[in-house]
C-alpha cells in the first residue's frame, strides 16, 4: 500500500473522530453549567436547555417549540448553532470524499487535493463556534452570582477543533504523497 492511501486512512479516522465529537457538542447540553434555581429564576419557571439543538427540534422540525426556540436565541448562538451544522456537513462530506479517493485506483493525484480543503474549512468553522461561544457564554448568568462553567459540549467542540486541525496537515500530506510518491 502506498503513502499517501496510508496517510488517507489515518486522514479518515481523524476526520470521523472530529465528525463524531462535533455531533455530540452540537446534539448534548452541556455547553455550561448553571445551576438549576438560578435558571429557573431568569426564565420564570421554565427548564432552560443548556445545548445548541433541543432534542425536540430533531425529532419533529416544524414545531412551534423550535421557532420560538430559534426566535429566541441571541445573534452570537444563532452564529454558534449554523457554525456548528455546517462544520458537520463539512466533515461527511469529507469522510465521503476521503472514502471515494481511497477507492480509486487511479489519477488520485488529480482528486485528492479537496481533503485539504475540507479540513481547513471543518477548522475554520469550529474555530468560529469556539471562539464566538467562549466570548459570549458569560451571557447566561444574567447579573446572579452563579458559578457557571464552559460544560462538556463545549470541550468535545475544542476537541472535534484540534482533530480538524490536525487533518489539514494529514490533508496536506496526503495530497503532497499524492502527488510525488504514489
Given at each position: ?162 482533530l480538524s486541525a490536525a487533518d489539514v496537515i494529514l490533508g496536506a500530506l496526503a495530497v503532497f504523497l499524492g502527488e510525488n510518491c504514489c
Amino acid at each position: 500500500m502506498c503513502l499517501s492511501g496510508l496517510t488517507q486512512i489515518l486522514y479518515g479516522l481523524i476526520m470521523t473522530g472530529s465528525a463524531i465529537l462535533t455531533a455530540v457538542a452540537l446534539f448534548t447540553p452541556g455547553w455550561n453549567t448553571i445551576e438549576n434555581n438560578v435558571k429557573d429564576v431568569t426564565n420564570g419557571g421554565k427548564p432552560d436547555w443548556n445545548g445548541l439543538m433541543p432534542w425536540s427540534c430533531i425529532s419533529h422540525s416544524q414545531g412551534s417549540t423550535c421557532s420560538d426556540w430559534w426566535a429566541e436565541l441571541p445573534g452570537w448562538m444563532r452564529c454558534v448553532v449554523i457554525c456548528m451544522i455546517l462544520s458537520l456537513i463539512v466533515q461527511i462530506v469529507a469522510i465521503i470524499y476521503n472514502l471515494l479517493t481511497c477507492l480509486a485506483c487511479c489519477c488520485k493525484k488529480y482528486i485528492i487535493h479537496p481533503l485539504t480543503l475540507f479540513a481547513v474549512v471543518s477548522t475554520i468553522l469550529l474555530l468560529i463556534t469556539v471562539i464566538v461561544y467562549a466570548a459570549n457564554w458569560s451571557e447566561f448568568q444574567n447579573g446572579f452570582n452563579t458559578s457557571s462553567q464552559l460544560g462538556y459540549s463545549f470541550w468535545l467542540a475544542v476537541g472535534a477543533l484540534i482533530l480538524s486541525a490536525a487533518d489539514v496537515i494529514l490533508g496536506a500530506l496526503a495530497v503532497f504523497l499524492g502527488e510525488n510518491c504514489c
